[in-house]
C-alpha cells in the first residue's frame, strides 16, 4: 500500500527558511516523478514543484517559487524534500506531497494528509 507522510511544518517568520520532508512507501520509489502541491486557506490547490524520477533528475517549478524553493529527492532512503527559503506570508499553506506519474507530472495517484506552514510575524 502506498504511503504518503509529510513532515517539516510550522510557524516562521517572513524571509525565514524551511525544509518539508515527505517519506514514501509501499511503491518503487525512483520510478516515479515526485510532487508538492500546496492549499492556501481559502483556495484551490496550487501546485509547487515536481522532480523527475531515476537519478538525472529534472526540476520543474511554479514561476511563485522559483529561486526560493527547491525540490530534491534521495532515493536510497524513498525521501522528498522541499527547501523553502525567503518565506512569504503568502507562502502560508498545507503542503501535500503526491506521487505522480511514470513519465510526468501527471497523474498525482496518491497524496499525503499534508503538512501546515504559517509565515507570519
Known amino acids: 500500500e502506498v504511503h504518503l507522510v509529510e513532515s517539516g511544518g510550522g510557524l516562521v517568520q517572513p524571509g525565514g527558511s524551511l525544509r518539508l520532508s515527505c517519506a514514501a512507501s509501499?511503491?518503487?520509489?525512483?520510478?516515479?516523478?515526485m510532487t508538492w502541491v500546496r492549499q492556501a486557506p481559502g483556495k484551490g490547490l496550487e501546485w509547487v514543484s515536481t522532480?523527475?524520477?531515476?537519478?538525472?533528475?529534472?526540476?520543474y517549478s511554479a514561476d511563485s517559487v522559483k529561486g526560493r524553493f527547491t525540490i530534491s529527492r534521495d532515493n536510497a532512503k524513498n525521501m522528498l524534500y522541499l527547501q523553502m527559503n525567503r518565506l512569504e506570508p503568502e507562502d502560508t499553506a498545507l503542503y501535500y506531497c503526491a506521487r505522480s506519474g511514470v513519465d510526468g507530472i501527471i497523474p498525482m495517484d496518491y497524496w499525503g494528509k499534508g503538512t501546515l506552514v504559517t509565515v507570519s510575524s
Open positions: 509501499g511503491f518503487t520509489f525512483t520510478n516515479y516523478y
Open positions: 522532480v523527475g524520477r531515476g537519478y538525472a533528475v529534472s526540476i
